[in-house]
């Protein structure tokens, strides 16, 4: 089989810093007979100081080509007056649309030794590890007619909650495979007792699910489900639901976790021609230009976005598991960036000295 292409964009602010530990875990898998190619360009204010846009057709194309991206992240205050279409975060949306990738993974997942950064009781987020699958590329941010016209003597927003029946079809797939990777569980939420989306979202789920009858699924109203989230969410293991339920349910399902600093995201999209899918990985955090460039940076959620890479777009659930375990150790040893120096103390290392320590350990 050819080696794996992988293409890595750090980005600005924390992003290279994040991602340079990336490449050291890159690095390890390479001396174990796990080589990738490794391709890195620009993007965000990084690609527009040096192009004049946040995202050149050169690094488009590669984006397409190869079979998976890694991103670092993007903005920063020195390119807030930018015009809006040559902003940071135009080039990151650019890659989002043009690789069409309508399916975005937010795992949560809550390691023993950060279950007391929770604003949850430690005994409903320990050993916690749930997936949520947003549609990512239609509904009601995108969905048209939409705007602010004027009815009468006062102005009207609109917006529009719009979903064809190919668009839930491709995500609940996506969740299914997800499913079938995982405990075969799975919940899909949306508001088919008011929105007639929610409806058809329901009945195209269903159908999709017969050919999945190993799946367990089940549907739930997604205000009984952000109720359930807090109440209870070891009870789910994936979800499927909407772009803006999505948007608030893996936000909320996140931050029950604990720190930005340690959570991955994957968008994927339509299988390529080799059966992966197309595939973006990044952490949720952005460029966080207020430890920028002072070693305070978490890389681990970058570094577990890589996992996820390794499990998803390289077929390869051993390595993922060995790099997640890697994480997991150096957090039960105590070793703690300052986003994750909470009151019962704890080693506090830099961005390098945590990437160091996750080698180390998968090296053990
Ligand atoms: P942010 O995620 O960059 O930072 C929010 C807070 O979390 C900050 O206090 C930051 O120091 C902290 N933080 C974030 N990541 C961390 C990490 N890995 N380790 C330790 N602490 C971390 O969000 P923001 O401050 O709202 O935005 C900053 C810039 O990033 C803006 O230009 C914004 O547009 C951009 N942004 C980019 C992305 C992306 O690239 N996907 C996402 C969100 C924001």
């Given at each position: 089989m050819s080696t794996p292409t992988l293409l890595i964009l750090p980005g600005d602010g924390i992003g290279p810093e994040v991602m340079a530990e990336v490449r050291k875990v890159i690095d390890w898998f390479g001396t174990q007979g796990m080589a990738f190619e490794v391709s890195e360009d620009l993007v965000g204010g990084a690609a527009y100081d040096a192009h004049g846009t946040p995202l050149t057709d050169a690094t488009m194309a590669k984006a397409q080509e190869v079979d998976a991206v890694l991103l670092g992240a993007v903005g920063g205050p020195k390119y807030d007056a930018l015009d809006f279409s040559v902003k940071p975060e135009r080039g990151l949306l650019r890659l989002r649309k043009e690789m069409d990738l309508y399916a975005n993974l937010r795992p949560a997942q809550c390691f023993d030794a950060l279950a007391d950064f929770s604003s949850l009781k430690k005994d409903v987020v320990a050993g916690l590890d749930i997936m949520i699958v947003r549609e990512l590329t239609s509904g009601v941010y995108f969905g048209e007619p939409r705007g602010i016209i004027k009815e009468g003597n006062e102005r009207v927003g609109i917006n529009t909650q719009r979903y064809t029946e190919g668009e839930i079809d491709r995500v609940a797939r996506s969740a299914f495979e997800l499913a079938m990777r995982r405990n075969r569980k799975l919940c899909s939420m949306e508001k088919a007792n008011v929105m007639e989306s929610g409806v058809l979202w329901r009945e195209v789920v269903t159908e999709v699910g017969k050919d999945y009858p190993e799946v367990e699924l089940s549907h739930m109203y997604a205000d009984a489900g952000a109720m359930q989230l807090t109440r209870?969410?070891?009870?789910?293991d994936v979800i499927v639901t909407d772009n803006l339920f999505g948007d608030l349910l893996s936000d909320l399902a996140a931050m029950l976790t604990g720190s930005l600093g340690m959570l991955p995201s994957a968008s994927l999209g339509a299988p390529m021609a080799n059966g992966r899918p197309k595939a973006l990985y990044e952490p949720v955090h952005g460029s966080a230009p207020d430890i920028a460039g002072q070693g305070k940076a978490n890389p681990i959620a970058c570094i577990l976005s890589f996992a996820m890479a390794l499990r998803y777009s390289f077929d390869n659930g051993d390595a993922a598991t060995k790099l997640e375990q890697a994480v997991e150790a150096v957090l039960a040893d105590g070793l703690r960036t300052a986003d994750l120096m909470g009151p019962e103390g704890g080693t506090p290392v830099s961005t390098t000295e945590m990437g160091d320590a996750i080698v180390a350990k998968l090296g053990a």
């Open positions: 209870w969410p070891k009870q789910f």
